[in-house]
Each structure stands twice: as C-alpha cells, then as structure tokens.
C-alpha cells in the first residue's frame, strides 16, 4: 500500500555565497574568533510545518503564488529533501516528474532517451523494451526516433518525454507543471493519456496553475502559501477561495460532463 | 494558517489520527547502509549510464572506445621509452612496468579526481529525481573500471612482446591474486568517491585542492621509477615514500599484474586503509547524506 506522511517537516535551504562555501572561511573563521553574525549561513525557509498523510487512491492538486513552495513540496514528497526538521515517510515507488528535459541527452538517438528516462522513471531494461513501440507511435516521431537528441525541435522533445512519462506504472506519481509546448493536437492526445496514467498510479500529487487540468485530475487540493499549508480539502472549496470564485461556474458543458461535476 | 470554518479534509486522509512519526530517523547507519543497497539494485541505470559516458566520450569519432586503448599505449611506451634510457634500464622489463603501472594510476586518479565532482557534476540528476547518492558513485568507479578494461588491451600486448619469462618476473599462478587486488582498489574506489564528494559538495576549494595534490603524488609513486632502485641508495626516502598510500595499491596490483613476487606488506596497508577509509566514509553518509540534495 502506498501512502506518504509528514509531520511537522520543514526545509531550509543554506545559502552559501562563494566565500562562505570556501574552506578559508570555516577554517579561518575558527582561527580568528567570531566576527559578528556572519559566522551563521543564512537559511531560506521554503517549507514550515507542514502535515500531511496521503493515502492510496488520493488525487491531490497544488495550488498558490510562484515561490509558495508548491515544487520544494513536491520533491519533499519524493524524497530528495529529506526535512531539516520534522519527518516524513515514503512507501511506494516514486516517479517524479518535473522536468521533461532531465536525464535526456542531447547526443544520443530518440531510443536511447527513451529507454535512459524510463530507466531514471524506475522502470527496468525489459520492462522498457516492451515499451517502445508504444511510445514511438504515441510519439509520431517516427524516424526520427533514431536521430540525436539535438536535432528536434522543443516540441518534438515534449512529446518524446511525455510519451515515456505517461508509458509508465507509478506508484506515487509527482506531477510538476511545464507541460506545455505542444500543438493543441497533440495535447488533446496527451490529456487522455495523462488521465489513463493517473488511473494506473497509486497516488497522485500534481502541482498546476491550470484549473481545467487539476479539475480534470484531481480530487482535492493543498493551498500553499509562503511554505506553508494555508488549506487543504475539496477541489471545489479550494479553489473557490483560492481563486476568489467557483471554478465550475464558467466551465462549458461539455468540460463538465467530461468531469462529471455539476454547476 | 488555514482557514478558519473552511478547513475541509483530504479525502481519505485524515490529520488528526495521523500515526505518530517514528522516532528521529535521518542520520542512522541504516539509512547509509540502505542507500548503498539500493544503489547497488539499481545497476541496469549504472550500468547504462557508465556505459554512455563512455559511447558519448568517442561519439562521432571513427576509433571510438578504441582510443581509451590506443592513447594509452602511446603513453606508455612513449615514456616508457624515455625513461628507460634516463634510468638506463633495459626496456623487456621496464616497459610492461611502466605500462601497467600508468593503466592503474589512471583507474586511481580517475577514481580520485572525478570522485571530488560525484554530486557536483550530477546536480541536475540529484535535485530532479530521488535516487539514492550511491547511485552516482557506483556509475563513477563503473565507468573507471571500463577505462581499465579498455587499457587492460595493452597489457596483454606488452605480456604477448615481453612475456615475463626473465630474472625478476615469470609466468606464474600468483598472477591471478590481480583479480582480488583489483576488487580491493575498486572498493577503495568507492570509498573515496563518497567520501571526497560529500566533503567537495559543501566546500568546493577541495576539488582544486585533490587535483593538485594528486599531480604531486604522481610522481611520489612509483610508475616511471622504481622503488628498489631509490631503497639501493637512502633507506629514509623510502620510508618516507613509504607514507604515500597510492604506492601501495599500485604495488599491490601491478606485482601479480606483471608476474613478479608479491610483498605482502603492501596488501597489509591496503587492507587496513580499505577498513578505516569505508569507516569513515560511512560515518559521512550517516551524517551527512540527506545535506547532500541540499548543498549541491
């Protein structure tokens, strides 16, 4: 059973300048006594007490401001960070993605990528193998696939990495926004997929500023707000408070049913 | 900070029976010893990713890998060359010496100088995707024993042009302790990785600081001279060579590598630096593992 918890986490981050990263400093520093308060490494805050206990089977989406925390969450959530304080625990297999372009190498040919990515995704060789043909159609990049990296275009370069993303069998799936640059087309495509790969996952935490898509994939929603939770419940009541309105009000008719909510 | 009458929880979870956190978990030696484990689980990615480092080296390029070998050999018979006649020494034993002792100083200094980068130079893998640091380290020393594996050619054409059939080496069945000295220096290797990386990503003079110290150490080892040659004449400078722990991993690897005797006192030292130096390297990980994402 996947779940994750935390409790009472926070993050700081040191901020080290180039000469309070230096050995001549930490060395030197002791040598000569204190010089006022510039011994301490300034920290960041990104994250202060935050609470959480997710479940199988939850959908949650982030909301809030740029530098609210919403991505030092997510990678609080998938264990990069462990907490400065506080704790947290992860059980299930984590497949983080928040940025298309990591662990893709431009030398290298379309396969290669592919199978390099699902490797980072957690996926094993074989696993990956059986993979390809899949993503290769889902991808329409045809020949292609066998050229460098360096040779596409932005757009090429999303769907190769979206089509391996949404190939895989997350556990706990951690969706950073960015999934933009794609033809209307093909994002109408990628949306079916994206929606089949958070079925096929056991867990989902996906940060957007796009309601159309956190109504779509979500259940319910964290507010974050300068490292902290501000609140957290219903997709609906989030979101109305968040955003100063009901979301579902403007929606057309046919988003609604396709979500299956009412006005 | 949430708020008030609007607090609505997360569908199925709930904060307040939240199971109680487990006591202080972070700087345990089951967290270091876990990494490594699942590290070492994850060795289709090493394996894969130390490979490409190597395709991607010699992309485009018509040798390819080969030139892993080929730059090698010239290295080493050209200096081989040179120095036999500055040290007069006769070249059907000074060549294959100086050769292999180049082959493992490469897998040595490689191992030394790319350790201090470890999680320096994976900063976009480490911030992007949770995987255990020994992941970047087992790629690291993957990728040096590749190296060694291409170089390892030119040893066996120096065997096949100066077979050791003379007064100081022959053929023989110690030959194969080559393989355990090799797993001893790998796993030093690996080590010292861990160790130089956490220590360089928090202060990034000592990257510098090893590349220079390793220059210097070149040429207080034993490769393009040779250490019974200097203990006929002072019995101090010896000694005081003697405190270089590089010369003893490249004694103990190149002895059997070339079919001379082996001394084992140079074993000795390798073993108990081996011991101390995963000790300590272990201690860092405990204490220092989950600083590393933030100091990168």
Not at chain 1, 94 to 122: C, H, K, Q, T
Not at chain 2, 205 to 228: C, N, R
Request: net charge positive; glycine share 8%; proline share 4%.
């Amino acid at each position: 059973m996947v779940s994750i918890d935390v409790w009472n986490a926070s993050v700081e981050f040191p901020i080290f300048d180039a000469k309070t990263r230096s050995l001549k400093k930490a060395v030197l520093g002791k040598a000569g006594g204190k010089i006022g308060t510039d011994q301490k490494v300034p920290v960041i805050e990104a994250l202060r007490d935050i609470n959480l206990s997710i479940q199988h089977g939850d959908r949650i989406g982030l909301v809030g401001h740029n530098g609210a925390g919403k991505s030092t969450l997510l990678r609080l959530l998938s264990g990069i960070y462990e907490p400065t304080r506080g704790d947290a625990r992860i059980i299930g297999r984590v497949a983080p993605v928040f940025d298309l372009g990591v662990g893709m190498d431009p030398e290298i040919s379309g396969y290669e990528n592919i199978m390099i990515r699902g490797l980072f995704l957690g996926m094993s060789r074989r696993e990956m193998l059986k993979r390809v043909n899949d993503i290769a159609e889902f991808s329409e990049l045809g020949n292609y696939l066998s050229m460098p990296l360096r040779t596409y275009s932005t757009g090429m370069r999303v769907r190769l990495a979206l089509g391996v993303v949404t190939s895989i069998d997350p556990e706990i799936l951690l969706l950073d926004e960015g999934i933009g640059a794609v033809d209307a087309e093909f994002m109408e495509k990628a949306r079916d997929r994206l929606k089949d790969l958070v079925k096929r996952s056991g867990l989902l935490v996906f940060a957007s500023h796009s309601d159309e898509l956190l109504m779509e994939l979500c259940n319910s929603v964290i507010w974050m707000d300068r490292g902290q939770i501000k609140m957290q419940g219903s997709l609906r009541d989030v979101l109305t408070v968040y955003k100063g309105r009901d979301p579902f009000e403007n929606l057309p008719q046919h988003v609604l049913e396709r979500i299956g909510e009412s006005r | 900070m949430r708020h008030a009458g609007t607090l609505v929880r997360v569908s199925t979870s709930t904060i307040d029976d939240h199971a109680a956190p487990p006591a202080h978990t972070h700087r345990t030696w089951g967290k270091a010893f876990d990494d490594l484990r699942r590290g070492w689980q994850q060795k289709e990615l090493w394996g894969h990713l130390g490979w490409q480092d190597i395709k991607q080296r010699y992309r485009r390029s018509v040798l390819g890998p080969i030139w892993i070998t080929l730059s090698m050999a010239v290295t080493a018979v050209g200096l081989g060359l040179l120095y036999s006649q500055l040290f007069s020494a006769d070249i059907p034993n000074f060549l294959p010496y100086v050769t292999v002792g180049f082959i493992v100083w490469n897998f040595v200094a490689g191992c030394v100088n790319e350790g201090a980068e470890v999680f320096i130079s994976n900063e976009g893998l480490i911030k992007f995707l949770p995987s255990p640091l020994s992941v970047h380290v087992y790629r690291l020393v993957w990728r040096q024993v590749l190296f060694f594996l291409h170089n390892l050619l030119v040893w066996i054409a120096m065997l096949a042009i100066f077979p050791p059939d003379g007064v100081v080496a022959h053929w023989k069945l110690t030959m194969l302790m080559a393989i355990p000295a090799f797993i001893i220096l790998a796993l030093n290797g690996l080590w010292v990785a861990f160790l130089t990386g956490v220590i360089s990503t928090r202060f990034r003079d000592i990257p510098p600081i090893i590349g220079s110290v390793m220059q210097l150490l070149f040429f207080g080892t034993p490769i393009v001279w040779e250490l019974k040659t200097l203990s006929e004449r002072t019995q101090i400078t010896k000694d005081v060579l003697e405190l270089n722990p590089f010369l003893h991993f490249v004694e103990m690897l190149r002895q059997p590598m070339l079919g001379r005797d082996i001394i084992w006192h140079h074993w000795v030292v390798a073993g108990i630096i081996t011991v101390v130096g995963w000790v300590l390297a272990l201690l860092f990980m405990r204490n220092y593992r989950a600083r590393v994402s933030y100091w990168v």
